[in-house]
C-alpha cells in the first residue's frame, strides 16, 4: 500500500455498501451500532457469508482426493481461491501462495522452516520495536532453539521506524528481517520498499507482516520484492481461521515442509517419504476449505469497490477522526507517523483506556482498548493501554462524530 492515497479516487457508495454488511444494521445498549474495532477484526458482507452457505448446502467434500463430483467441485473451489489471491497480491505462481491459519501461522512457518534451520549462535534476526506479538515471539522462539539474537529497530516518538538505526543494525549476521507492513497499535504505515532495498544490499531476506495492509491498499508482492508476506482473511472481510504466506518460490522449493501428514506427501512408506510439489507439500491434513472459498469472495467483493478507492477513503475518515479527537481537552494520540492507516490509538488524561471502553460500549460504539498485542510499544510510550479506533471502508463521518460525542460523555462522567 503507498502512504499517499489519490484523492480523487474516494467516492465510494458507503451507504449502499453498508447494504451488504447485515452485522452494521443493529442497536447495542439501544444505539445504532458504530463498529471501530476493524484492526482487530473486520465484518463480513453479504456475500462471503452467502458464498460459504452456498458451498456447504452444494458443494461441500474434501478436496484433493475423490474422482467424485463433489470433491471435485471443492477442489475446484479451493484452488480457484488460491488463484484470486494470487491475482490479489500480483504473486507470480500459485505454488507460492500457502494457505495458513493466518498471520500468526505465517510467521511461525517461515520462523521455524525458514530460519530456524540456518540460524545458529551470533547470528541476528532483525524487527522493528513496532511488531504485533506475532511478528515478536515466533522469533524469539527461534532465538532459544538456535542461539540466535533477537535485534530490534527502534522506533521514534512519531511511532516511525528509524531508519538510521536500521541501516547500523543489519548486517553480516543478520539471518531475516522481519517487519509490519502496517502497524496495529499506532497505524504507522512502514515505507518497507526503503528498508527491503537495504535488506537487498546485503543479501538478507525479508518478510512483512501484511494483516494491516492488505484490506487497506494495493499490495504488490512483486513490486516489493519482498522474499515473505503475511495476511490474515478475517481482517479483510474473509472469515477467520484462514490466512495466506506469500513466499518466493525458490525459497519455498528449499524449505522443509512445517507439519507432516496427510495431502503434503507423494508417496509414505516406513522407509522413506517424499513431499508435495509447492505449494501442498505446507498444507498437510485437510486445509480450511470453506474458510479458503470465503476468502476468495472476500477478496472479490474488495476488488468490487477498488483497493485505490478505499484506501483514499479511508485516509479521509482518518483526517477527519483526527482533526475531530484532537478538539476533545485531555486527549493525545498516541503515534503521529507522517504516514498512517486509519488507526487512531489515544489515551486522555485521567481515564484508563479500559474505562473509555466500556463507557464507549453503552453508547453503541466499539473500539478496543488494551496493548493491541504490542507490548513493546505501550512500553515505549510509558502508556499501559491506549484506547484505539479503527476504520474500514463501510465506517463514515457521521460515526466519527458519533464517536467523539461519545468521548465527551466519557469525558463528563470521568473526567
Ligand atoms: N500482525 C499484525 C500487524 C496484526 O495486527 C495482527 C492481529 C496479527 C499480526 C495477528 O493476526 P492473526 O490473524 O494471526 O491473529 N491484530 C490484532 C489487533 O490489532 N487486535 O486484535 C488482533
Known amino acids: 500500500m503507498s502512504a499517499r492515497p489519490a484523492p480523487h479516487t474516494s467516492a465510494i457508495d458507503v451507504a449502499a455498501i453498508r447494504a451488504d454488511f447485515p452485522i452494521l444494521d443493529q442497536q447495542i445498549n439501544g444505539k445504532p451500532l458504530v463498529f471501530l474495532d476493524n484492526a482487530a477484526s473486520s465484518q463480513r458482507p453479504r456475500q462471503v457469508i ?7 448446502e452444494h458443494d461441500h467434500a474434501n478436496v484433493h482426493r475423490g474422482v467424485h463430483t463433489l470433491s471435485q467441485r471443492a477442489t475446484d473451489a479451493y484452488e480457484g481461491a488460491r488463484e484470486i489471491v494470487r491475482q490479489f497480491i500480483n504473486a507470480k505462481d500459485t505454488k507460492e501462495i500457502v494457505f495458513v491459519r493466518g498471520t500468526t501461522e505465517a510467521v511461525n512457518l517461515v520462523a521455524q522452516s525458514f530460519v530456524r534451520p540456518k540460524a545458529g549462535p551470533g547470528d541476528e534476526i532483525l524487527i522493528s520495536g513496532l511488531e504485533h506479538h506475532a511478528n515478536i515471539v515466533p522469533w524469539q522462539l527461534v532465538c532459544e532453539q538456535t542461539g540466535a539474537k533477537l535485534k530490534v529497530i527502534p522506533i521514534t516518538p512519531q511511532g516511525e521506524v528509524d531508519f538510521a538505526a536500521f541501516e547500523k543494525l543489519i548486517g553480516p549476521r543478520t539471518r531475516i528481517l522481519a517487519l509490519a507492513h502496517v502497524s496495529n497499535a499506532l497505524g504507522t504505515i512502514v515505507p518497507v520498499e526503503k528498508f527491503i532495498a537495504v535488506a ?5 531476506p525479508v518478510l512483512l507482516d501484511g494483516a494491516q495492509a492488505v484490506p487497506h491498499g494495493k499490495v504488490d508482492v512483486r513490486a516489493l520484492d519482498c522474499d515473505f508476506y503475511c495476511f490474515s482473511g478475517h481482517k479483510m472481510l474473509g472469515p477467520t481461521g484462514i490466512g495466506v504466506l506469500y513466499g518466493r518460490q525458490k525459497l519455498l522449493e528449499a524449505m522443509p515442509p512445517w507439519q507432516g501428514g496427510g495431502d503434503m ?3 509414505v512408506s516406513f522407509e522413506k517419504t517424499t513431499y508435495n510439489q509447492l505449494p501442498w507439500k505446507f498444507e498437510a491434513g485437510t486445509p480450511n476449505i470453506s474458510g479458503t472459498i470465503g476468502l476468495g469472495a ?20 482518518l483526517t477527519y477522526a483526527t482533526q475531530r479527537l484532537l478538539e476533545i481537552p485531555g486527549l493525545r494520540i498516541v503515534g503521529t507517523a507522517a504516514h498512517k492507516a486509519a488507526v487512531v490509538s489515544f489515551v486522555m488524561d485521567g481515564i484508563h483506556p479500559h474505562d473509555i471502553g466500556t463507557i464507549l460500549d453503552t453508547e453503541g460504539v466499539a473500539i478496543r482498548t488494551g496493548h493491541h498485542c504490542a507490548m513493546p510499544v505501550m512500553d515505549f510510550f510509558k502508556v499501559p493501554a491506549t484506547a484505539r479506533a479503527s476504520m474500514a471502508f463501510y465506517n463514515t463521518h457521521a460515526e466519527i462524530d458519533r464517536l467523539v460525542a461519545a468521548l465527551e460523555h466519557t469525558r463528563q462522567v470521568l473526567g
Do not use: K
Open 50 to 56: 452467502d458464498t460459504i452457505s452456498r458451498y456447504y
Open 200 to 204: 537487498r544490499q546485503h543479501g538478507v
Open 265 to 267: 506427501i507423494l508417496s
Open 298 to 317: 472476500a477478496i472479490r467483493y474488495l476488488q468490487s469497490v477498488g483497493m485505490e478507492r478505499i484506501a483514499a477513503y479511508e485516509h479521509e475518515l
